[in-house]
């Protein structure tokens, strides 16, 4: 018989905590990424100065396997995506139009202001020359997430990209053909087998494959991973760019009365089945629904597959059930843990969602799970965790595009503002700055 299974409680009603102590009472997670930065400095240094020798020695020692080459030949793609299964074929190809449909309004265009007659300040949106996109391995396969980084970057208009994912011992060496078969179904060309920290840190260095091809290093490295891949993005970033150093995967639900405790059940565990780390949080006004929400967690769980994992995660420190007065309590507490994902079954789900201000991503009303931004909503699910969603945004369009500012002034415009740049000039102990301007129309000495 299976033992009951009782989110633990944070009770919040009677009380108006501060935003600070809201932060310290909720349930949260997460991962020490300094605590593992001293095993993988070593292997960022190696790659950094051996290449693909040291990602490949590396790759054996964590991945069981050395593929004969780092990068995929284009017949291996051509194989995978022909062996597809054509029900994920097709769930593959629904994915992506939907996703492209969304990106596609992401779009940013140039905007040109005229600040004074003759002097104006140009936006100009320009894509990243060449972009990395980590694709993980490990408890599961996710062509989902080739797809969720391949399309904005696509859509972004990016010179190149190059989709990295961990070489599978029982494939060959090869990365799980179902991440092969969707990045040729996106059209992508270039996929390496090489994944951890030393994916992230070969993206960032490059180097020379065993056929003596030379692999070029990327300018930005999106996509999630373990506390591994975070932390060699942390080594590596300012040589790179990276979207995010993204933890454990979170959701949590604002629900009232009105939430079908079978539904709640069934989305916290949806996001407990991906890591024994991640994060469910139910927060409600109603103590009844809670307990029919643990009520309905045990019943479910006899039937999860990865029930071990799963019941892991529900009863770690990060997950738990948070009672409050009313939806409104809740919006406070929801904003102030700001989750990846968030959502909102309450009566007037539309109403309540629209008061939200940290979030990764919003699911509005009982027919909008998690699961469906997973795939086949349209958004984006590489998405900020930790908390990061009070200041970050999740992937998108304009995270691999880069805002240049073009000045152009004529010589009148100049004129009439040299008063001013040279007095500023001047207040900063610049005095340079403003000579720059006055050799423009006083005769040098």
Known sequence: MTSRLELARVDLRGRTPSVAELRSALPRGGVDVDSVLHHVRPVVEAIRERGVAAAL????????VTPATVRVPESELETALAQLDPAVRAALEESIARARKVHADQRRTDTTTEVVAGGTVTERWVPVERVGL??????????????????????????????????QEQFGGLPHPTVLAAARLLGVDEVWAVGGAQGIALLSYGGVDTDGTEIEPVDLITGPGNIYVTAAKRLCRGLVGIDAEAGPTEIAILADASADPVHVAADLISQAEHDVLAASVLVTDSAELADAVDTALTAQMAVVRHAERVSEALRGKQSGTVLVDDIAQGLRVVNAYAAEHLEIQTADASTVAAEVRSAGAVFVGPYAPVSLGDYCAGSNHVLPTAGCARHS?????????????????????LKDVAGHVVALAEAEDLPAHGQAVRARFEALS
Not at 57 to 64: P, S
Not at 398 to 404: H, K, V
């Open 134 to 167: 980590y694709v993980p391995g490990g408890n599961a396969v996710y062509p989902s997430s080739v797809v969720m980084n391949v399309v904005p970057a696509q859509t972004a208009g990016v010179g190149s990209l190059v989709v990295a994912s961990p070489p």
């Open 393 to 413: 945004s999740g992937l998108s369009v304009q995270t691999f595009l880069r805002g240049i500012h073009v000045v152009e002034y004529s010589e009148t415009a």
């Open 57 to 64: 020695e590396y790759g054996q020692r964590f991945d069981n």
